[in-house]
């Protein structure tokens, strides 16, 4: 169980991280 928690964590910043990047571009 911790561990699908940590890949849900895991996945919801690489998430971040992209959505992070596209406003930075879309900024530019």
Do not use: D, P, Y
């Amino acid at each position: 169980m911790e561990i699908e928690l940590l890949q849900e964590e895991a996945e919801s910043q690489k998430e971040n991280k992209l959505f992070l990047k596209k406003s930075v571009f879309s900024n530019i």
